[in-house]
RNA sequence: GGAGAGGUCGCAUAGUGGUCUAGUGCGCCGCACUCGAAAUGCGGUGAGGCGCAAGUCUCCGAGAGUUCGAAUCUCUCCCUCUCCGCCA
């Protein structure tokens, strides 16, 4: 949701941005119904504060014993009661329209994100470690998660259906340990609170981080109007909603290990093999509640902090900035952190970090007070994953194989794992 | 799942149809007193919308209804607590 003075004052302004993005909004709709729901408004307030003062002199006439003048007084409030009931209604209903409205508005992106179309015209910012070298070409995850019986994708597809994963043995410990050292490491080395999150949510929370409604399509649904979660994002921004917080206690930083469902929607064929693109998967997420004149710096040091994984894990990667036609609907800017992954030969995203400035505390009613006294102003908010662990899972596999077939792990793995060596 | 109780301005409470534009206490802010503090006294202290402004409207868990008028009455829903049942 975007600032409603924002789009009446400067709609230009707002429509150029929205087409960096390649994206539209129904920016006239919005005027006009804007409009017209403000005269309404107007007009309707007259009317109930004339109600207001002809029924608080009934109560006083009553007081006094003037039954006559009450019964007077009544008659004549007839014609604008029924106008009010008129006017309420219109007001609702215009109301209603234009949260509608509103809801479909895409955020705009920061004047420092690079133009482009899509994906091809993203900017890489940086790169880290060198690109490891093998004698033989590695072999990818799949393949060596089946000679050392890390994963049954055939028996996880029974049980549930295509896109689900059954891990097994060693590849069951080697998951459970990826979530449990990352929420660690951003806890005690990067400064997070740890929280753990329901896993099915209502639609005001999806409506609050802008999954909702236009992205229904995405998620899984269950009984009672609840979804699973697609990112733990969608439940720990939500702890705020419609909640003013204390300024002095910004930033806020949460980190929250859950599982994640997607439907996968219109993905079918892309990345279809091994656990690259799965419906469900284990993620620990990043949030970040913020003034705003912090959220920019908040935005780099949460990149870092997503990048510190790997580095300590000694994985290969890649930062790249995304150009205004592939940020998305939400992001005003976002960084993707792509992992090497020598066995598919490509670099694969593994998080996501991304600054939506005010877009969902606007929609999830997420504010702050500088200080006593002071109105309540929006916070931003951002998150980034820290990090997913499928894909984590199938560098490792990847990237750390041995000649003899083992998997050796990484030091700072070891204490989770329980050994430093997987082996058939 | 069954029975009961309850959801009021940060917290605690009052309010059961008409000066409630919601009172009081605590907390908080300002001022006074003080060398300073405590205590005390006085004043202030929610959010949102519309309006250049004066101002005005809405919000007492949510929604609908009755009424000239609803925190207060009716209906539906949500949540919390207690007891019972079931159960990881």
Not at 17 to 23: D, E, M, P
Request: proline share 5%.
């Amino acid at each position: 949701m975007l600032d409603r003075d924002l789009i009446r004052n400067h709609p230009d302004l707002v429509r150029n941005a929205i087409a960096r993005k390649g994206l539209n909004a129904p920016i006239d709709e919005f005027l006009k119904v804007d409009v017209t729901r403000r005269q309404i408004q107007t007009d309707l307030q007259d009317k109930q504060a004339e109600m207001n003062r002809i029924s608080k002199s009934i109560g006083m006439l009553m007081g006094q014993g003037k039954k006559d003048e009450a019964e007077a007084a009544k008659a004549q409030t007839k014609d604008l009661k029924d106008a009010i009931s008129l006017g309420e209604g219109q007001q609702r209903e215009l109301e209603a329209q234009l949260r509608d409205i509103e809801l479909q508005f895409p955020n705009l992106p920061h004047d420092s994100v690079p133009n482009g179309k899509d994906e091809t015209e993203n900017v890489v910012v940086r790169t880290w470690g060198e690109m490891p070298t093998y004698e033989e070409q590695p072999l990818a995850h799949w393949d060596v998660a089946d000679k050392l019986k890390l994963l049954d994708l055939p028996r996880g597809a029974k049980i549930s259906g295509s896109g689900f994963v059954l891990y097994t043995g060693a590849g069951a410990r080697l998951q459970r340990s990826l979530f449990s050292f990352m929420v660690d490491h951003q806890t005690t080395k990067n400064g997070y609170y740890e929280v753990y999150p329901p896993y099915l949510v209502n639609r005001a929370s999806l409506i609050g981080t802008g999954n909702l409604p236009k992205f229904e399509e995405d998620l899984y649904k269950v009984d009672d109007d609840l979804y699973l979660v697609p990112t733990a994002e969608v439940p720990v921004t939500n702890i705020y909603r419609d909640e003013i917080l204390n300024g002095s206690d910004l930033t806020i930083k949460l980190a929250a290990y859950s599982g994640c469902f997607r439907r996968e929607a219109g993905a079918a064929g892309k990345d279809t093999r091994g656990v690259l693109r799965i419906h469900q998967f284990d993620k620990v997420e990043m949030v970040k509640f913020t003034k705003p004149e912090d959220s920019y710096d908040e935005l780099e040091s949460l990149v870092r902090d997503a990048e510190s994984i790997l580095q300590t894990l000694g994985l290969h990667y890649r930062v790249i900035e995304l150009c205004a036609g592939d940020l998305g609907a939400k992001g005003a800017k976002c960084y993707d952190v792509e992992l090497w992954s020598p066995g598919v030969g490509r670099y694969l995203e593994i998080s996501s970090c991304s600054n939506f400035e005010a877009y969902q505390s606007r929609r999830a009613n997420i504010r702050f007070r500088r200080a006593q006294g002071d109105k309540p102003e929006f916070v931003h908010i951002l998150n980034g994953s820290g990090l997913a662990c499928p894909r984590l899972f199938s560098a490792i596999l990847e990237t750390f194989q041995q000649p003899d077939g083992s998997i050796l792990i990484p030091e700072a793995l070891r204490p989770y794992v329980g050994t430093d060596r997987i082996t058939a």
